[in-house]
Structures are given as C-alpha cells and as structure tokens.
C-alpha cells in the first residue's frame, strides 16, 4: 500500500514539475520526422501481441506515458479515449505505451473504460528504441513522447514533453493536417 501511494505520489510530482523531476536517458535518441519508424511488437492489456507492422496502412498515434493509473497519464488516456471515434473516422489506432506490465495496464483499461491498445515493455526495447526512455529518481519509466506514424510506416511527427490536458486534440488537428499537406 505505501508503495502505491509513493508512485501515485511520485507520478504527480513529475506532471507539476517535470521539466526538474524527470530526465531522460543519457544515450537518449528520438526517431526523427522523415524516418521509418522502428518496428516492434508488445503484448497488450490482453496478453495479444500487437505488431506495428499489422497497422499498415493506418495512421498510428504511438504514445508513450510513465505510468499507469497516475494523475497526468489518467488525464492523457482519457482523451484519446473521448476522441477515439474521431481517430477511427481518421483511419488512426491509438497504441499507448509504458514499462508497466499487461496485468497493470488491464487494470488500467478496466478502471478507466479503456478500449484501445496499451502495450507493456517492462524491458523497456521499445521505449529505448523510440528515445523514450526516462527516469524519475530510482524508478525507470517512459517519458510522456508522441510519434505520428502515417499509413506507409514513416514518422510524420514527434512530440516530447506533452501535455496531456490537451495532447490528444493537438494530435488529432496534426493527422488532418498532415491530410491535407
């Protein structure tokens, strides 16, 4: 139980403050805009695989978080979640991923009513493979990143540091954007 609290603690501290509390790995590099965007395949909340690569053909919001069930990451899925039909009606998946595990993130979706894919790296591959990999003092997480990924696998566009009040409106104006463009 204290070490719930100490995480949930934690977790808030670094959305007031996270430019202080969190940093990133030192070795750290973010795929670029222009780039394919590396493969992977994670479990998710359901214990499937999911592989980037079955989403060919789609636009892909791959999100990073740090943590499960945490004030700022609760705030981040509950956006896109609320805008889900319009990422649908924009040919997009949402695929959130952090190093918590698949029985974290199916407690997570189960609590929140959360339909779309959170995918577990406890090993931290994928969050090291897209530059994502944070630390907040003695824990490893994922730091809160955003890639854009359009339907012929190439990154369009990247956010780091986002906010999560308002991040999933900002990606949604970015996919008809980059529609038009």
Not at 41 to 64: C, M, R
């Amino acid at each position: 139980m204290k070490k719930s609290i100490m995480c949930i603690a934690v977790a808030a501290l670094a959305l007031l403050v996270p430019q202080v509390a969190v940093r990133a790995a030192d070795d750290a590099t973010v795929p670029a805009p222009g780039q394919k965007a590396p493969t992977f395949t994670l479990p998710s909340q359901e214990g499937k695989p999911i592989a980037l690569d079955s989403y060919h053909g789609k636009w892909v919001v791959l999100y990073f978080y740090p943590k499960d069930m945490t004030p700022g990451c609760t705030v981040e899925a509950h956006n896109f979640q609320r805008d889900l039909s319009k990422y649908e009606a924009a040919n997009a998946v949402i695929l959130g991923v952090s190093v918590d595990t698949v029985d974290s993130h199916k407690q997570f979706c189960t609590k929140d009513g959360l339909t779309f894919h959170l995918l577990a790296d406890p090993d931290h591959k994928v969050v090291d493979q897209y530059g994502s990999l944070g630390h907040f003092g003695e824990m490893t997480i994922a730091n809160r990143n955003t890639f854009l990924i359009d339907p012929s696998g190439k990154i369009v566009k990247v956010w780091t540091k986002v906010d999560p009040r308002v991040h999933s409106q900002v990606v949604l104006e970015a996919i008809q954007g980059a529609k038009k463009g």
